[in-house]
Each structure stands twice: as structure tokens, then as C-alpha cells.
């Protein structure tokens, strides 16, 4: 199994900068992707951005050209570097990893606890 801790969540304001991080440990190998979901008040959870083994990055609409995913394999973490922030982008972000199984092929999916993150003058 993974494990996923996040961390730098916090309150700033309209126009602001965050940086969240994500420390995976646990069957690091295994892992396919990892990425960033967020879910907001009264609002489906979504994918925010995700990043596979291969470097290949995708990113939801609303934070395309203000959102940065990135990675650092020595140290199992993957961060989010949020730009220019909105009051909508206002959410409870959860760090994923997807786990790929060859035999039988399964996919399992892994979550951290969450970090808020609040945009507010």
C-alpha cells in the first residue's frame, strides 16, 4: 500500500501564492500517477492536476496557466504550486496516487488526508 501526506495548505488572499507538497512512502514502485483532487463547499470532488511516471502532466481548465504540478523522485513528493488564486479555487486538496497492477490488470487508488486551502481578502 501508499501512503500520502500533504502539507501547505492554508488561508491567503485573492491573487496569492501556495505551495502544497505530497510525501508518498509505502510501494512507491507501484505507483502509475499521482495528482492533485480538490473539492470545494457543496461541490463534487475533481481532478486539479495529475502527473504520471513519465513526466506527462494534465490539468483541469479552470487552473491551466496558474497551476504547476512537478515532482522530485529522490525525495517521493510531488508538489502543487498554486498561482494566482481565485476565491473559487477555495477547496479541501487531496493528494492522489493510482496504482497499476499487471496481473490481474486493477488500478487501486490512494488518498491522503487532505489540506484546506482558503482564498479570502
Known sequence: Q???????????QPGGSLRLSCAASGSISSISAMGWYRQGPGKQRELVAAI????STNY???VKGRFTI????????VYLQ?????VEDTAVYYCNAR??????????????RGTQVTVSS
Open 2 to 12: 501508499v501512503q500520502l501526506v500533504e502539507s501547505g495548505g492554508g488561508l491567503v
Open 52 to 55: 504520471a511516471t513519465g513526466g
Open 60 to 62: 483541469a481548465d479552470p
Open 70 to 77: 512537478s515532482r522530485d523522485n529522490a525525495k517521493n513528493t
Open 82 to 86: 498554486m498561482n494566482s488564486l481565485k
Open 99 to 112: 496504482l497499476m497492477q499487471w496481473s490481474p490488470l486493477r488500478t487501486m487508488d490512494y488518498w491522503g
